[in-house]
Structure formats: structure tokens, C-alpha cells
């Protein structure tokens, strides 16, 4: 007898005998009788004892006479109970005792048939549900049989799938065997590709471990009506896997768009579609959709009662999204320790969700162990106010602005502390970084004035730190190479004043011819177009003055063409990276070692979250 037909026996066995009045999940079989059916469960639970005295043992009409007890039964043994009527339809063919084994259908056709095969002998995990222990089934299955069943081979790495799916419940595996192809479908008339879909299935395969109307067809359809395209909400699923558990995203939907239509005042687009770019732009933002409407809207209704406008909401939101994921509770405990360590009032705590919505993220003892150190450093009342000019210091990681300190000091920095206190947004970024060092050498070579490294840092700073290396020391290299870096002062003011006098004009009102001076923020901090104008007015200026430069002016390229041709090709420019990077290595070997840098540091130089 096959073992299809037996677990069939037995499912007829245990349920002949009960009426229609007394319907109830089938009984159990006794040790012997699993046995025989599956050596793997075999219990060595010793002889059964016979029943008890006026007692008539079970029987049934294709079987011999079984005593049942149940003390002694299977279940009692395992801790076990039968999988319900409902997983057995719409699972393999057959009653499949949990933990026992799962009886397949004999179909070649069916995608469970050909990438999956009893598995019996290995543990099984057990997952509660409701208060409950369920046991599931765990299949065996061959991954890349199953990529290629699903059309996906080539789209998707077989080792990545095996060790999701190993990571989820069996009865969601099984799920995925049975329902597999059918969401693939699904999704392909949705317009996902064999790429999307491949990466997709073995990132987050659990998708595909319902129906599709139920859970992927349905979960998809309401973030492509958002306007995502299929990549990125299939983006949002590799992002958050979690995403799949939902049956819905329709009541955070209906909390989260009015929110963004209402904080977003002038765009004139629907919150829906706001909604939708927040998406694009953060795909693991739809670990917010996960939430309920409830909890959803009580976690914005207490941001709004600490003082926060629906606008700072929903642009904290959208540098940060975890901000509306923190728990009322969540964000009182980390205000509290900001209150506690520092001194601060509820308007920093405000501006801090705000402008570094990150900290609200961050653990309460990880925003003591910061506000700690900046009070060792500098003070308490110090502390608090370069957190309310700064708040990223409560966001950054203390090596930060350590390392920052150390850095200056071995720039030649007489008092990094006061240089610290008068900006501190200097400290909340990784100095050892080859943009800033590069910037830094190109101030101290090519400015018209003699200036050191450490009155660099003093007095431009802040250049130093915001501008890339390709636009301030490009834009300092673009000059010189246009014969203008003489009109670079450190005054624009002050310059045009001592130019009127020289030329024995008033040294308050403007005069005809006067040269346009350019200052350090004009090269580091304006937007493109004003520096091209800037640039194209002194050409003009010095046309004016000298005739001899019309024909190279003309010919000069644009600063765009020249960053992105000429200046690679410049032997200054080479040797200022060069510069940089040893720079880096010579600083950093001078520092202790706990202020060295890690792997894992943000690339971008920025500061290093906990």
C-alpha cells in the first residue's frame, strides 16, 4: 500500500465513525499506528497499556480492532495536534500529520511534485501563533529546480532562495510550492519583468506563499496606484520582506495620504501621489504602510501635540521615515534623557525630530552615552547650546567629532575646543576624508594670500566641509586657468572700497570699470549659474580693460565642460588628489587607535551613525 493511500486509510479510519452532529478534527493515530505508516515516528514509548475496564476500544471497518488512549496517544507523546481540514485542500495531496510527513499528489504537472520531496527526518521548527505551538511541515525542495519551474532561471541565485525560504515556517513553504507559479503569472501581467520577479522571489519569497488575489497580486496593485512602477515596488518588498505579512496597505494608506497632502502646501499634487514619492525615494518606507490605521495615526497625533506641524512632519518624514514609525513611549524615553543630560527643553527635543529626525531612532542609552561625552568635553551648558546650533551631534557617533578635534590639533589648530564652540558643525563630519583634505590643500595653494591650514580651518571651515573637492578646487583650478584668481579676496567689500580710492574715487559709491572681485563663498558655495554669470561678467570686464584677452575669452570653455574634460587631463589637478589621499594616510597614523576609521564608515565622509 502507497503511502498516499495509507494516510488516506487512516483520515477515512479516524472520521467514519462520527456523525454529522459530532463534527471535530479527526483523531490522532497511536504510536504503532504512525509507525507503520512513517518509521521516522516511531516513539519509544514503551508497550501500550490496554484500556481501562468498561472501556470499548475504537474500531474501525477497513482496520483491525486499535485501542486509543489518550494519555498515551501520539499527540499526548508529540504535543502535537492534526493540521486542519483547510491546510490539508489546499495543501498536498492526502492528511499530512504535522511533523510527521506530507503526502505529495502524483501530478507531474504540479509545481510541488517537481521541486519538492518528503522531508521527514530533519527538525521541524515550531512557530507560535496566537498563544499556540503549530507545528508545520517543512519540505524538501530543490532551489534551482524551482527558479527554473518558475521561469526565473538566470534571475535569481539559488543559494540566496534556499536561505530565505529556509527561514520561514513550513507551512509558508509549502505556500510557495503550491502557489508559486501562479503568483509569478500574477505578477508578470502586472508588468514585472523576469529580473524584478527573480530578485524578488529570492529576497522575499513569502510573497508568493499566498494566492495572489490574497496577498502579492493585491499588496502590489495598491503601490503601483501610488505611481511606483513595478521594479520599485518590487524594491519595497526586497527592502522590507516583512511587508508581505500584511493583507493590506489600504489603512495606513488612508492616514498617510491626507498627511502628505496637507504637509506638503503649494505642490497641488494628491497625497496619494505624495505618498508614492516618498516610496521612490525611501523603498523601506513601506514599513510604515505595515502598520495599523490606529496605531498609525496615534504615533502622528503625539508628534503633533510635542509641537511639530504637520509641514516639519512630513519633511522629517521624508529625510527620515522611522521618525513615524517610534512609539509615543519610544521618543518620551530618549526626550527624557536629552532633559536629563543636557539641560534641554522641549523646543530643542522639537527641533531635533525636525532637522535630525535619525535620533529618534536611536536607543536611550546610545543618546546618554553621546550627550555624556559632549558634557565630559565641554560642559553642560556648553553641551546644550552646540547641540541646539548643532543637533546632528546627538546623531553622529563621538569618534566623529573626537577624531575632528585630533585632526585640527595635528593641523596645527592652537585651541580645537574654542574653533569647535564657535562652529559646531564642524565636528558632526569625518575630517579624514579626501574631498575636505583636498579642499583644504587647494585653499592654502591657490589663494591669492598666504593662509595656513590651521587658519583654513578657522576661517573657512565650513567650506571646507560642505563643498566637493570637484567644485570649490575645481572652480579655484577654473580660474587660474582663466588668469582671474588675482580678483579671489577675502573681502569683496573691502576690495571694492580700496580700489575707488586708489583711483581716487568715493570708496561708497559703486564707479564705472570696477573689477568683480570674487570671495571664497562665491567660489565654494554658489549655485552654477550665478558662478558662470560671475565668471562671464569678469571676462567681460577685463575685455574692456584690454582688448588682448578677447580672443582667449571667447575661446574659453564653460566651467561644466572644463570639470568634466580639462581638468582631468591637468597635472595640478592629479596632483591634488594625490596630495589628498597621502594626507589621509599620514593623519590617521598619527591618531590613537580608537579614533581611526572603520569599514563601514559612510563613504560620503559624513558622520557614522551608531
Known amino acids: ?14 472520521t467514519s465513525s462520527i456523525t454529522p452532529a459530532e463534527a471535530a478534527p479527526p483523531l490522532p493515530p497511536t504510536a504503532q499506528q504512525a509507525a507503520s505508516l512513517n518509521p521516522v515516528l516511531s516513539v519509544a514509548a514503551g508497550p501500550q497499556p ?16 486499535l485501542y486509543f488512549q489518550p494519555k498515551t496517544s501520539l499527540w499526548v507523546l508529540l504535543g502535537l495536534r492534526p493540521q486542519p481540514l483547510r491546510l490539508q485542500q ?20 504540479s509545481l510541488e511534485s517537481r521541486s519538492a520531496t518528503v522531508h521527514s527526518a530533519e527538525p521541524v521548527p515550531v512557530r507560535r501563533h496566537r498563544g499556540k505551538f503549530i507545528a508545520s511541515v517543512v519540505p524538501e525542495f530543490d532551489a534551482q529546480q524551482l527558479l527554473r519551474d518558475m521561469q526565473l532561471d538566470g534571475y535569481g541565485s539559488a543559494n540566496g532562495l534556499a536561505a530565505s525560504m529556509g527561514k520561514l515556517p513550513g507551512i509558508r513553504q509549502q505556500g510557495i510550492l503550491q502557489h508559486g507559479l501562479q503568483v509569478a503569472a500574477h505578477l508578470r501581467g502586472l508588468g514585472f519583468g523576469s529580473s524584478e520577479l527573480g530578485s524578488l522571489f529570492c529576497r522575499c519569497p513569502e510573497l508568493f506563499s499566498w494566492p495572489a488575489e490574497e496577498r502579492a497580486g493585491a499588496l ?16 519595497c518588498f526586497k527592502q522590507q520582506p516583512s511587508a508581505a505579512h500584511n493583507r493590506s496597505f489600504e489603512p495606513a494608506i488612508a492616514v498617510l495620504a491626507p498627511l502628505m497632502a496637507a504637509g506638503s502646501e503649494g505642490r497641488g499634487r494628491p497625497g496619494e501621489q505624495l505618498l508614492g514619492d516618498l516610496l521612490k525615494g525611501q523603498a523601506a518606507a513601506v514599513g510604515l504602510l505595515q502598520s495599523r490605521a ?90 546644550c547650546r552646540m547641540v541646539d546650533v548643532a543637533p546632528q551631534l546627538l546623531a553622529i557617533n563621538t569618534v566623529v567629532w573626537r577624531r575632528a578635534l585630533a ?6 589648530v592652537a585651541d580645537p575646543r574654542a574653533v569647535a564652540s564657535s562652529n559646531p558643525n564642524l565636528l558632526t563630519v569625518d575630517w579624514l576624508h579626501r574631498s575636505r583634505l583636498a579642499n583644504l590643500q587647494a585653499l592654502q595653494q591657490w589663494l591669492p594670500w598666504e593662509v595656513s591650514a590651521a587658519k583654513v580651518i578657522e576661517c573657512y571651515g565650513s567650506y571646507v566641509i560642505c563643498a566637493a573637492a570637484d567644485k570649490m578646487a575645481c572652480r579655484l583650478l577654473y580660474l587660474e586657468q582663466l588668469g582671474l584668481l588675482p580678483l579671489l579676496v577675502s573681502n569683496k567689500l573691502a576690495a571694492k572700497r580700496e580700489w575707488r580710492l586708489r583711483q581716487g574715487l568715493s570708496g561708497s559709491k559703486k564707479a564705472a570699470g570696477e573689477p568683480v572681485f570674487y570671495s571664497v563663498r562665491d567660489v565654494a558655495a554658489i549655485p552654477a549659474a550665478k558662478f558662470d554669470s560671475l565668471v562671464d561678467s569678469a571676462l567681460s570686464q577685463q575685455q574692456q580693460d584690454n582688448d588682448g584677452l578677447s580672443s582667449s575669452s571667447s575661446s574659453s570653455p564653460s566651467f561644466e565642460a572644463f570639470r568634466k574634460g580639462r581638468l582631468l587631463q591637468l597635472p595640478a589637478w592629479k596632483q591634488l588628489l594625490a596630495q589628498a589621499d597621502a594626507d589621509v594616510i599620514e593623519l590617521e597614523r598619527k591618531l590613537p587607535p580608537e579614533l581611526r576609521r572603520v569599514a563601514g564608515e559612510a563613504e560620503d565622509g559624513g558622520g557614522c551613525a551608531e
Open 294 to 383: 490606529k496605531a498609525l495615526q496615534h504615533k502622528l497625533d503625539n508628534l503633533l501635540q510635542l509641537g511639530l506641524s504637520k509641514q516639519q512632519v512630513v519633511a522629517a518624514v521624508r529625510s527620515r521615515w522611522t521618525l513615524l514609525a517610534r512609539t509615543p513611549e519610544q521618543l518620551a524615553r530618549v526626550e527624557a534623557v536629552v532633559q536629563q543630560e543636557l539641560g534641554a527643553d522641549r523646543q530643542l527635543w522639537v527641533k531635533m525630530l525636525v532637522s535630525q529626525p535619525q535620533t529618534a531612532s536611536c536607543s536611550d542609552a546610545t543618546i546618554r552615552q553621546r550627550a555624556k561625552a559632549l558634557v565630559v568635553e565641554f560642559g553642560k551648558e556648553e553641551a
Open 90 to 109: 489546499r495543501g498536498a495531496c492526502g492528511i499530512s500529520w504535522q511533523r510527521s510527513f506530507v503526502a505529495h499528489g502524483s501530478s507531474s504537472s
Open 1 to 14: 500500500m502507497s503511502l498516499t493511500e495509507q494516510a488516506a486509510g487512516w483520515n477515512q479510519c479516524l
Open 407 to 412: 585632526v585640527w590639533q595635528q593641523c596645527g
Open 50 to 65: 490496554k484500556g481501562p475496564p468498561g472501556v470499548a476500544p475504537h474500531q474501525c471497518a477497513n482496520s483491525s480492532s
Open 220 to 235: 502590489c496593485s495598491q503601490l503601483m496606484r501610488l505611481g511606483l512602477s513595478a521594479g520599485q515596488a518590487a524594491l
